[in-house]
């Protein structure tokens, strides 16, 4: 079945200590996405790849990055690690963006606890 | 600014009829979404409206009113199963989605 996948699905990481979150589909969609989202929130965007195309959300902060070396994989790399980071990180992908086949599907998502 | 409103919390019987309001204030409209979110997972897509009018998709419906900003979730023959959050979405004139911060249902026996 063609689906979004996220590892891991929890993650423990010690305050300041970097980590890296994997995402990756088999959909073969050209639009990835990373979210952030706390409890009872929306869901917040923090960054998404048009194919290799990289847009940030201007208010994520710099200590959040995104590597997406080829169409299936995508990375969130958290540089410093806060107690405030501690979240779902939810991963998304799109057929294309602004065409009308722009239906987001997303994985399990990982949750992550700062120590 | 850019809103979405929908109610916080909604309480239902197993068995009834659930109506989940959304109004949405954004620049520009590409569509609205309404995704499920069970505590502790990610949203799964459940509809797509573009246009005016009622989409019917077995025991869900979702109906689109653009000139009023408004959408609504229509949830019939409520089943335990059914109890998550319900996020509404809306997709902006840069092809950006705007998120609501969900409608919790709780559905009670």
């Known amino acids: 079945d063609a689906m979004v996948i996220q590892n891991p699905r929890y993650q423990v990481t010690q305050f300041g200590k970097p980590v890296t979150l994997s995402c990756s589909q088999t959909?073969?969609?050209?639009?990835m996405y990373w979210y952030q989202q706390k409890s009872s929130q929306a869901p917040k965007l923090l960054f998404h790849?048009?194919?290799?195309?990289?847009?940030n959300e201007a208010d994520t902060p710099d200590n959040f990055q995104s590597r997406r070396p080829n169409t299936s994989f995508c990375f969130l790399d958290i540089r410093s690690p806060g107690l405030g980071d501690a979240a779902m990180y939810l991963c998304?992908?799109?057929?294309?963006?602004?065409?009308?086949?722009?239906?987001?599907?997303f994985g399990p998502g990982t949750r992550l606890t700062v120590l | 600014g850019q809103n979405i409103d929908q109610p916080t919390e909604m309480t239902a019987t197993e068995g009834a009829i659930v109506q989940i309001n959304c109004t949405y204030q954004?620049?520009?409209?590409?569509?609205l979404f309404w995704y499920q979110q069970h505590a502790g997972e990610a949203p799964t897509f459940l509809s797509y409206n573009v246009l005016d009018g009622l989409e019917e998709k077995g025991r869900f419906s979702s109906f689109l009113s653009r000139s009023k900003g408004y959408s609504y979730l229509l949830l019939k023959e409520l089943q335990m199963k059914d109890s998550a959050s319900y996020l509404c979405?809306?997709?902006?004139?840069?092809?950006?989605?705007?998120w609501g911060a969900g409608t919790k249902l709780i559905i009670k026996p």
């Open positions: 790849y048009y194919d290799k195309d990289f847009n």
């Open positions: 998304a992908t799109s057929r294309d963006r602004g065409t009308g086949t722009d239906t987001q599907y």
């Open positions: 959909l073969n969609h050209n639009v």
């Open positions: 979405a809306v997709m902006d004139s840069n092809y950006q989605l705007i």
């Open positions: 954004t620049s520009g409209f590409n569509g």
